[in-house]
């Protein structure tokens, strides 16, 4: 029989460290090639067509744009949430309220125009999400109650009180009964960086700003010590006096906001009105893409690259080999399993122990101690 | 009466994948494994208990898969958790990502298609009791199944050696590490317990409840088992009781909808999810009780030192 046996290294190791993600990577596409095999699908043919076929042309760029900067703003978010160890699984759902709050200048007051209107829609989605993820904070400060249930729960809810919308009070009623708003006017609607070379708009900056400011965050302020400490040992936390409560209440705050700032740039950005379905599940897909860039914001950005890759492919497969493009759910998903694996190795030595292959070198102190080794 | 019978029976029906995947989950997290990838596992149980007996034309073939699924498939949590000691949180979140995506994947030949499913038991004489024969007798094979699984795991937690080991584990591994018991090897087996209930509630979902396959249909279920186990404190009469009342949440919302009353569907449909989180909430205020009920290494990573 095998077994594993982790032994743990003195200190972390720089080059694991460095190297996790790009084996894991390479894990991925080592599994994904079993899998297009086992679809019958020869795995290079699939691979040109997954990775780089959709990224081969400038527009198809732009096209990764606007799937990425969902999650990066959403990832780099979270990655704050879970550097603190707070678990806002709930983003799905502050994204759907961003996109609400945000929507409702351009539904509400059709009439109103200028140069106001993109800024104050952009402010409210904030609002709408910071508000929605404020509902787990509170319940967790206040009594205790697990966020990564509520935060998770309240996704569902935020799904169904976007259908009711759609179709209900905000429903367009020049739309032919179709379930969706008013298409927003000029002065709601993002503006695209380069009309003349694709359909990337201004959400993809507020992507990389959002992660350049993190960073600083992160890195060169009080506030993100703060959040290191507390994430890695709340009792040190605490005796340097610094609030759990308050942290909780920051960062789901602050992740709540970037998704929702998310929310309503997808919405006035890419797609220009509400609809029931709004996100390909941005929010949860934010979670791998905060884990595969290692919990650091410029990391971040390359992931969001990479997992919106995932999403171009998926579609791209499906039209050109017929596969469903939920290969790229599985894709996303191994991705984040190998990468997780993959970060054992920067604080564990990983030795196989295989009975008939190695004689265990017993250090000569256990020894002495025969009795105590036997027992297990 | 006939009203009141067929609304148990299906309080009943939808309470049965919501008790099975609980109580596999409270046996994980008796043992102190927190394994978030419920819903993930009980979407594979479903789809591979609809595909088997979709394919086989047997509902039993399709339910013994469907276990199968599940446990094989909790297996990579266990590996990934035990062996190489990963975050436990994000590990189970990657499990459910992972299972919804791979489910979808596996089902698109599914979608539409004719289900089998599993007959009720119809014992001649007894089920034609008047109310009682077809609430004690006449129910989906599943039922009886789920309400044996509870009363095995509270014999098997609190009245037997092995049992009261797996609660050590959970409340200190390092203890029972140093008394020499195998923290990993347990573990192992609660966690592919939890995944064999958790596949099996799904296909309670693709081979009775809806004998059908369509895409993400175990829709929030095994987050919901999840937080019966916090409602339950970790006892599993508890957890037979809280998966009743939700059943009941589920299916109040269905006969509402269903009568027309003047509420959006939206906000009824939603109403299972609101009592979670309000349930939660009023489980959770007291704070030193939640402390001592909970299994105090959950969720801790352990690495035996040699």
Known sequence: MMRLELVKRPQRSALFSMLSPFIAFALTIIAGAIMFALLGVNPLTAFRIYFIEPISQVWQLHELAIKAAPLILIAVGLSVCYKANIWNIGAEGQFIFGAIFGSAIPVLFPEFEGPLVLPLMLLLGMVGGAAYAAIPAFLKTRFNTNEILTSLMLVYVAQLFLDWLVRGPWRDPQGHGFPQTIQFGDAATLPQLMPDAGRANWGFVFALVAAVLIWILMGRMLKGFEVRVLGSSPRAGRFAGFGLNRMVFFAFLLSGALAGLAGISEVSGAIGQLQPVISPGYGFTAIIVAFLGRLNPLGIVAAGLVLALTYLGGEAVQSALGISDKVARVFQGMLLFFVLGCDTLIHYRIRLIGLALTKRQAPAKLEAAPKLKEAR | MDITVNILLTIATAATPLLIAAIGELVVERSGVLNLGVEGMMVMGAVGG???????????????????????????????????????????????????????????????????????????????????????????????????????????????????????????????????????????????????????????????????????????????????????????????????????????????QAFGIPVPSQMLSSLPYLATVVVLVLISRNKRLTMMNTPASLGQPFVPDR
């Open chain 2, 50 to 256: 609809f595909g088997a007996g979709y394919l086989t034309g047997s509902p039993w073939i399709g339910l013994l898969a469907a276990v199968v699924v599940g446990a094989l498939f909790s297996l990579l949590f266990a590996v990934m958790t035990l062996s190489l000691a990963t975050n436990q949180v994000a590990t189970g979140l990657s499990l459910t990502l992972l299972g919804l995506g791979l489910s979808g994947m596996m089902g698109t030949r599914f979608v539409g298609q004719p289900g089998v499913r599993l007959p009720n038991l119809d014992i001649p004489g007894l089920s034609s009791i008047p109310v009682v024969g077809k609430l004690l007798f006449g129910q989906d094979p599943v039922f009886y199944i789920s309400i044996a699984l509870t009363a095995a795991v509270m014999w098997f937690l609190f009245k037997t050696r092995t049992g009261l080991t797996l609660r050590s584990i959970g409340d200190s591994h390092t203890s029972a590490h140093a008394l020499g018991i195998k923290v990993i090897r347990y573990r192992y087996l609660a966690v592919i317990f939890g995944g064999a209930c958790a596949g099996l509630a799904g296909g309670h979902l693709s081979l009775v409840y809806t004998p059908q396959w369509v895409e993400n249909m175990s829709a929030g279920r095994g987050w919901i088992a999840l937080a019966l186990v916090v409602f339950a404190s970790w006892r599993p009469w508890r957890v037979l009781a809280g998966a009743y009342i939700f059943g009941a949440v589920w299916i109040g919302q269905l006969h509402a």
